[in-house]
Nanobody, 119 residues
């Protein structure tokens, strides 16, 4: 069974930084794309960033310059570096990955990590 576990969330003041981690574990051949989503209270879950195994990445335009995504393929971990945080960044942040498991390609979600930015 493949699992994704996020960590690094917490409470931070506006202007601060956090780095989220998403670690994949279990039995699988490789991971194609890893993504970060976020879901603010009472709102839908939206894509934040994505990174492919070859290092290509995308950040949603509204977050460029503040957020960055990276990945350690050897450790099967994706990171989301968040700088200059704002109260509107408050959300549950979820990791999602397309994983080449034993039986084929599968999409997996983590349980989410809460990020709260105080003003």
């Amino acid at each position: 069974q493949v699992q994704l576990v996020e960590s690094g969330g917490g409470l931070v003041q506006a202007g601060g930084s956090l780095r989220l981690s998403c670690a994949a574990s279990g039995t699988f051949r490789s991971i194609n794309v890893m993504r970060w989503y976020r879901q603010p209270p009472g709102k839908q879950r939206d894509l934040v960033a994505a990174i492919f195994s070859d290092g290509r990445s995308n950040i949603v335009d509204s977050l460029k310059g503040r957020f960055a995504i990276s990945r350690d393929n050897a450790k099967n971990i994706a990171y989301l570096q968040m700088n200059s945080l704002k109260p509107e960044d408050t959300a549950v942040y979820y990791c999602n990955a397309d994983i080449f498991a034993v039986l084929g390609l599968a999409s997996r979600w983590g349980q989410g990590t809460q990020v709260t930015v105080s003003s």
